[in-house]
T-cell receptor, first 109, second 113 residues
Framework: QKEVEQNSGPLSVPEGAIASLNCTYS??????FFWYRQYSGKSPELIMF????GDKEDGRFTAQLNKASQYVSLLIRDSQPSDSATYLC?????????FGTGTSLTVIP | KAGVTQTPRYLIKTRGQQVTLSCSPI?????VSWYQQTPGQGLQFLFE???????NKGNFPGRFSGRQFSNSRSEMNVSTLELGDSALYLC????????????FGPGTRLTVT
């Protein structure tokens, strides 16, 4: 059983700070990694994906992947109250996605 | 372009009954995946359909089944409902050329009493 682990939080950061969300995965053969954002009462929305070791930046978001440590993270710079949501880490392997249970982020104005 | 739609949005059923949920993907998307989301287990993969064929299946009992029609619309059926089947059921569609970019529908909230 492939596992994806996330700290459930809640994680609280002040507005303008950097929010750091972490995820570990069990299947060393996993190749593709994704971050979804899910607002309360809404469905998940893909915000970032990363395939290669290192960093990938998209606006205020940076995904970091370390395959040796089986670790993927999401950094949100200049956090805004509108970033308050649950962030789901997902790993693709064996022809399906495996999701973590999510980290709840609250950005305090 | 319209997003993924799911019907019904809310459903209350009794133990032992069966239920059918429907999902219409984004126009042009031929892959539809179904997920169950619960507070304790998170998002769990049920199955994926592509061009009317089940391509992948998660680790759920045979009470959970699905199908896809020629217009890519998909249905999932749960027979002999149990209390533990209460969950948000999400479907997601993706384009053949960008299979990893899944677009989720709003979900169907199923409550089993």
């Amino acid at each position: 059983q492939k596992e994806v682990e996330q700290n459930s939080g809640p994680l609280s950061v002040p507005e303008g700070a950097i929010a750091s969300l972490n995820c570990t995965y069990s299947d060393r053969g996993s190749q593709s990694f994704f971050w979804y954002r899910q607002y309360s009462g809404k469905s998940p929305e893909l915000i970032m994906f990363i395939y290669s070791n290192g960093d990938k930046e998209d606006g205020r978001f940076t995904a970091q992947l370390n395959k040796a440590s089986q670790y993927v993270s999401l950094l949100i710079r200049d956090s805004q109250p509108s970033d308050s949501a649950t962030y789901l880490c997902a790993v693709y392997g064996g022809n399906q996605f495996y999701f973590g249970t999510g980290t709840s982020l609250t950005v305090i104005p | 372009k319209a997003g993924v739609t799911q019907t019904p949005r809310y459903l209350i059923k009794t133990r032992g009954q069966q239920v059918t949920l429907s999902c219409s993907p984004i126009s042009g998307h031929r892959s539809v995946s179904w997920y169950q989301q619960t507070p304790g287990q998170g998002l769990q993969f049920l199955f994926e359909y592509f061009s009317e064929t089940q391509r992948n299946k998660g680790n759920f009992p045979g009470r959970f089944s699905g199908r896809q029609f020629s217009n890519s619309r998909s249905e999932m059926n749960v027979s002999t409902l149990e209390l533990g089947d209460s969950a948000l059921y999400l479907c997601a569609s993706s384009h053949r050329d960008r299979a990893y970019e899944q677009y989720f529908g709003p979900g169907t909230r199923l409550t089993v009493t």
